[in-house]
């Protein structure tokens, strides 16, 4: 079993909706991860949290929005998205941000998303 | 800038043999490099780390390595499972947060 939960495990939407996936780890990790894989391709960063705060956002279209309330959860808001947008999108955490750390990032079995 | 490779993309094996996966990387300025499985539809799940100072890490059936120099990780799997049929990624971290990844090996092993 993951460590990392995200839910929900699959979303089907339409182009016009608005939705959330959601991840959660306790492990007390302080740097969590959005991916996005499309089928038989690696995982592509999309944003990084540091310490609850946006680090990294890898030029991501503004209609996904990252929210991470606490830093247990991380949230990925969608709206307007585009039938391209289909894919699993992966949550990742890891104990250390940061080049000292080191430490493996463990992925959710993440959100199958789909776009009508 | 960083590239990554894994060949063959696809293997296929008889149950009970001993393999070895591939992983190269272009520039060794990494501070580690992971390997991860991944089953069909389902997230990545961490196998090794090996540290940039290390040589090799081991976990029960698997064993990888790291030559820096050569900008080469095997991963090798001892008396393999149909069970271990999956995709294996590996991915090289540079910097704080980036991975670098590689495209995959398919493997299928034949009971």
């Known amino acids: 079993d993951t460590e990392v939960t995200q839910t929900p495990k699959h979303l089907v939407m339409g182009m016009t909706n608005k939705k959330s996936l959601k991840c959660e780890q306790h492990?007390?990790?302080?740097?969590m991860y959005w991916y996005k894989q499309k089928a038989k391709k690696p995982p592509e960063l999309m944003f990084v949290?540091?310490?609850?705060?946006?680090?990294i956002n890898e030029s991501v279209p503004s209609r996904f929005s990252p929210e991470c309330p606490n830093s247990s959860l991380l949230n990925l808001h969608l709206h307007a998205l585009q039938p391209e947008d289909s894919a699993l999108y992966l949550c990742?955490?890891?104990?250390?941000?940061?080049?000292?750390?080191?430490?493996?990032?463990?992925f959710g079995d993440g959100t199958r998303l789909s776009i009508l | 800038k960083q590239e990554v490779t894994q060949i063959p993309a696809a293997l296929s094996v008889p149950e009970g043999e001993n393999l070895v996966l591939n992983c190269s990387f272009t520039?060794?300025?990494?501070?580690?490099l992971q390997w991860f499985r991944q089953d069909p539809g389902k997230g990545l799940t961490s196998l090794l780390l090996?540290?940039?100072s290390q040589r090799e890490q081991t976990s029960g059936r698997l064993n990888a390595s790291l030559d820096k120099s050569s900008g080469r990780s095997t991963l090798y799997i001892a008396a393999s499972q149909p069970g271990d049929s999956a995709t294996y990624l590996c991915?090289?971290?540079?910097?704080?947060?980036?991975?670098?990844w590689g495209a995959g090996t398919k493997l299928i092993i034949k009971p």
């Open positions: 520039d060794s300025a990494i501070y580690n």
């Open positions: 090996i540290q940039s």
């Open positions: 949290y540091s310490y609850e705060k946006l680090s």
């Open positions: 492990m007390g990790h302080r740097a």
């Open positions: 991915a090289a971290r540079e910097g704080n947060y980036q991975l670098i």
């Open positions: 990742a955490s890891s104990r250390l941000p940061g080049g000292a750390g080191n430490q493996p990032q463990h």
